[in-house]
């Protein structure tokens, strides 16, 4: 059996893009059942250093999954969960995220595909910046961003 982490990290990958893993218990199965010899406290370390977080799936159940993979969960699950407020001024739009989850939400909000109306997002820990690409337009892009977000 091996055990190495270097051969571990891509079968954990494949595993939590499938998100189903709902507890480590569950991981350390599967991946003995792929012939590796691991522990809870290995699979731990192992979602950590991945920067895996756990989240809703599609059917609503708490899973382990990488948020760096595209395309992005269930945006209604991601909102419903992560997205505390969406507010404009003249200059510029910011969302309101939960602590960690800005980076996740812009990553969304990039994949909707808003180019033609948006410059760029920053995402920090729980806010992003969204700059339009004309502030005349700031009212219909802050309204197309609440829509797409559920935020009506």
């Known amino acids: 059996m091996t055990s190495s982490k270097k051969d571990l990290t891509p079968i954990l990958k494949s595993l939590l893009l ?15 059942k792929q012939g590796y010899q691991v522990n809870q406290t290995k699979v731990s370390r192992l979602l950590k250093n991945l920067g895996a977080m756990k989240v809703k799936n599609d059917q609503g159940k708490i899973v382990y999954w990488l948020p760096k993979e595209p395309p992005p969960p ?3 699950t991601l909102v419903s969960n992560l997205v ?10 910011i969302i309101h995220t939960s602590p960690g989850a800005a980076s996740v939400i812009a990553r969304v909000v990039d994949y909707l595909k808003m180019e033609s109306e948006i410059l760029g997002t920053i995402a920090g820990d729980d806010s992003i910046f969204i700059a339009p690409k004309s502030v005349a337009n700031i009212k219909a892009i802050y309204k197309k961003i609440r829509s797409q977000l559920g935020f009506n």
């Open 74 to 76: 269930n945006l209604s």
């Open 18 to 32: 499938k998100k189903s893993a709902k507890t480590q218990d569950e991981i350390c199965l599967a991946l003995k």
């Open 84 to 93: 505390v407020d969406v507010v404009a001024n003249e200059n510029m739009i």
